[in-house]
């Protein structure tokens, strides 16, 4: 549970960060006016390097075990010597760099894409060390790296925009240029995660008996639902804001960062787990993953399928009927919190229809 807070907040930083230096490079007629404070983003960049040590630290308290030179010995040699304390080594030099940027510098474009600069390079060195670099090597790092550009990038301006825009005005042309940003952007880190979700998984639906699978089946599930307040919030919050200039998209954007931050947090989850390239291999060693034994009965030995039955169907049908009461709540500017109530029971009755549908592969 620890990994998921740290490694979703360490999400949060990278979001903000990236978000805010595109922001700044763009004119004041093509966004809302931000107001963000310097100490805010420093505090940030700082935040990065602290979650990032945590997995070092406990790296370096099981080699001291194994060792007689002391604790500080152990650390050093994980910083020198393993890829882990390497990465964690480059991205606080890449941190100390953007800080004294952020702080010491004029506010220019410059400065900006220098910012920009040195956060892509953090996200791709932390990429360096996760499962695709573990696993496919360089390609599954630039997968990755992609990945995660597209997300912080469209995450973070949202995440801005939502929480420290200041006032109302140039909504329109805001929106007309963030809905394109934002389809290119899912565009991208859904063809990688696709690739990526091929690549560290042997079977989609036999992964599910597994905590990674289960937690991979609730982050597109989960990302699922953000795709429908992202319509909401693209397209038809574009019409709302051509017919009504005063009309401002600010309470229906959090309401979809909290969506992004769940994603965050399954994701923070994931980086954690053995990823189900060997199935069998791996439930030979742990106990199939609680969720699954909750809801379903389906013998882990075999190999699983999707197999739709009346249940299934009907608990799908619950979910397009949630998904329907969200879209209407919207329009009729009901609570973004009924709308957020509607879109998690969404959630659970497409995740409840699923593990109805898993069978034998006969």
């Not at 996760?130 to 496919?136: F, P, R, T, V, W």
Request: one cysteine or more; glycine letters at 6%.
């Amino acid at each position: 549970m620890i990994y998921a807070l740290t490694n979703g907040g360490l999400y949060v930083c990278f979001s903000i960060l990236l978000g805010t230096n595109i922001l700044a490079l763009l004119s004041p007629a093509h966004k809302v006016e931000i107001a963000i404070r310097r100490h805010i983003l420093t505090l940030l960049a700082v935040l990065i390097p602290v979650i990032t040590i945590i997995p070092v630290l406990e790296l370096t308290m099981t080699l001291d075990g194994y060792r007689d030179t002391g604790i500080l010995s152990s650390f050093i040699h994980v910083l020198t010597e393993l890829d882990s304390g390497r990465v964690w080594g480059i991205l606080l030099l890449l941190v100390l760099f953007y800080i004294g940027i952020n702080l010491f510098s004029t506010q220019s474009k410059g400065t900006y894409l220098v910012g920009i600069f040195l956060i892509v390079s953090m996200i791709f060195v932390h990429c360096t060390s996760g499962h695709g670099a573990n696993i496919e090597g360089y390609k599954g790092t630039l997968y990755h790296t992609f990945h995660m550009l597209a997300v912080c990038a469209w995450a973070g301006i949202l995440l801005v925009v939502s929480w420290f825009s200041s006032n109302d005005e140039n909504w329109r042309p805001f929106v007309h240029w963030f809905t394109r940003f934002a389809v290119v952007s899912v565009l991208i880190l859904t063809i990688t995660g696709i690739i990526m979700s091929f690549l560290f998984t042997e079977s989609i639906v036999s992964s599910w008996t597994l905590p990674y699978g289960q937690a991979l089946l609730i982050k597109h599930l989960l990302f699922f639902a953000m795709l429908t307040f992202a319509f909401m919030n693209g397209f038809l919050i574009k019409k709302k804001v051509e017919n009504t200039p005063s009309f401002s998209p600010r309470k229906w954007w959090r309401a979809e960062s909290f969506l992004i931050l769940s994603i965050f947090s399954v994701t923070g989850f994931m980086t954690e787990q053995e990823t189900p390239q060997n199935i069998a291999q791996s439930l030979s060693r742990q106990e199939p993953s609680l969720l699954f034994q909750t809801f379903t009965s389906v013998d882990v030995s075999h190999e699983l399928m999707l197999s739709p039955n009346l249940m299934s169907a009907l608990f799908a049908f619950f979910s397009l009927v949630f998904i329907a009461m969200t879209i209407y709540s919207f329009i009729k500017r009901e609570s973004t919190m009924a709308a957020l109530f509607m879109v998690a029971m969404a959630v659970f009755s497409l995740y409840v229809s699923l593990m109805n549908s898993v069978a034998h592969i006969v």
